[in-house]
C-alpha cells in the first residue's frame, strides 16, 4: 500500500509539471497558469475520474521503462508479447468504447427545416428597434472585421454585447484589477475596445457594454454573486477599485456613443445590502455617460429585492429560470415553465414602471439545458453528455413564443456568440447557437417572421 501511494502521489507531481511546462511553452501567463490549475482542481473534487487521468503521464513513463527492460533481459518476443497485451489491446479497447459512447451521444435524429427567408441578406443591421423598441442582441466575444460581424446581420441580429473583464482572487477580495487578455495598458485598453465598438457602429449595429468581474479562486463555492469584502477598511477598497473599473468602460462608452451601459452583473449581496453606494455609482456614470444605463440582476434572490431600479432604465435580469424538471422538453413544455416566472417579473415592472430587460439569456445543446440553463459545460461533458441541438431549439422557439410579444419587455442579450468560425456546430454542446438550428430561430424571432 505504501509503495502504491508513493507511485500514485509521484504520478499526480509529475502531471501538475508536465503541465506546468507545457503551459510555459506556449506562453501562457502566470495569471492564465493560475486559472488552468484552479479550473484543473475544481473539476478533481468534482469529478472522481479526474485523478485517474492525472496518473496518465507518469504510468506511460513506467511503462515504457517495464516495456525497454523487457526487450533488453527477455528478447524481441517477450517485449512484443508484452507490448500487445500492455499497449494495443488496451488502447483498441479504449478506442472502440470511446467511438461507441461519441456515437451515442452524437446521434441526434432532429431533422430541422432551415428558413432562409428570415435570414437579413442585406449587409446592413435593420432597425427594427425604433419600430417596437426591443433590443434584438447577443453577446459577441473574438474579433469584429466585416467577415465576421455579417453572421450577425444575417440572423436580425441589432445590438452587440460587449463585455470587458476585470478580476479579483476571491469574493472577500479587498480590491478588483482591470482585465484584458492582452494585458494592456489603460491607454490599450481604450484602444482595443473603441476599435471594436467603431466596428459594430459601421454596421449600424448598436452597442451594449458589459463589465463583468471574474474571480480567479473562489472558497467553498462563491462565485461573483457572493462578492462581500471582509470589513470596511476592505469595503471601502472594492469599493474605490470597482469605481475606477466602470467610469474607465463609461467614459469608453461616451466617447464611442455606445447606445447602453450596464454598471453591474450578478452582485446580488452587494446589490441588496449595499443600495446606497449603487445610487452614488449610478449619478457617477451618469455624469460621465449620456446613454441609458442598467444593472444586470440575477434570475434567483436578486432582481425581486434590488431597490435602485427606478433610477435606471432598464430592470436587467439575467434570465436563466429553471423551466422544466425533465430532460428532453417539447416547446409547450418550456412555454408552459415561463410561465409561473412571468408574473413575478410582471410585478417588478409594475412597481417600478421600468420595462424588463433580459441582459443575458442562453440555453445549451444538451438534453437538459431547461432544467439548469445557468449550469456551465466542463471538460469532461463531451464524453458523456448527448448532444440535443432540439432542446436547444425548442428553449429558444419557447422564449419568443412567450416572452418576446409582452409589451412590458424591452428586449433579450442572448449568450453567447464567438466570432470564430470553427465555434459552434451541431455537436457543440455549449451554449452558442452558431450552426445549429437555435440559430436560425433567433433570426425568424428577430425578424418578427
Known sequence: ???????????????????LGILFYFGFSIDDIKTYYFELFSQLLEKWYYWLFLTIPFSLYRLSQYLFHSYKNHGKMTFLRRFSFSIIFPVGLFFSF??????????????????SEVENKTGQATDL???????????VFGRMDSTRIQPLIKNNVEWVTMVPFGDQEDYNSPDMRYYHPE????????????????????????????????????????????IFPSNETNWESWKKSYREFTLL????????????????????????????????????????????????ANWYDEFEKVTFWDKLDYIGIQAYFPLVKNKNPTVKQVSKGWKKHLPSIERIHKKFNKKILFTELGYKSTTDSAIEPWS??????????????????NCYEAFFNTVWKKKWFAGVHFWQWHTSEEDGGKDNLDFTPRSKPAENIIAKGFGGK
Open 1 to 19: 500500500m505504501k509503495r502504491f501511494l508513493q507511485w500514485y502521489f509521484g504520478s499526480l507531481i509529475f502531471s501538475s509539471f508536465l503541465l
Open 98 to 115: 470511446f467511438n461507441l459512447s461519441q456515437w451515442y451521444i452524437k446521434n441526434e435524429n432532429f431533422d430541422y427545416q432551415w428558413i
Open 129 to 139: 428597434f425604433t419600430e417596437d423598441n426591443k433590443q434584438r442582441g447577443i453577446h
Open 183 to 226: 494585458r494592456k495598458t489603460l491607454l490599450d485598453i481604450d484602444s482595443i475596445w473603441s476599435k471594436k465598438i467603431q466596428s459594430a457602429h459601421s454596421y449600424n449595429l448598436k452597442v451594449f457594454l458589459k463589465p463583468h468581474i471574474w474571480i480567479f479562486s473562489p472558497s467553498n463555492g462563491t462565485w461573483r454573486s457572493d
Open 249 to 296: 468602460y463609461a467614459k469608453i462608452a461616451e466617447k464611442n456613443n455606445v447606445e447602453m451601459f450596464c454598471i453591474g452583473t450578478e452582485f446580488t449581496r452587494l446589490a441588496i445590502e449595499k443600495p446606497d453606494f449603487w445610487e452614488k455609482l449610478i449619478q457617477d456614470v451618469r455624469s460621465i455617460y449620456s446613454g441609458k444605463i442598467t444593472y444586470a
Open 376 to 393: 456551465w459545460i466542463d471538460y469532461s461533458s463531451n464524453l458523456y453528455k448527448p448532444v440535443s441541438t432540439e432542446t436547444q431549439a
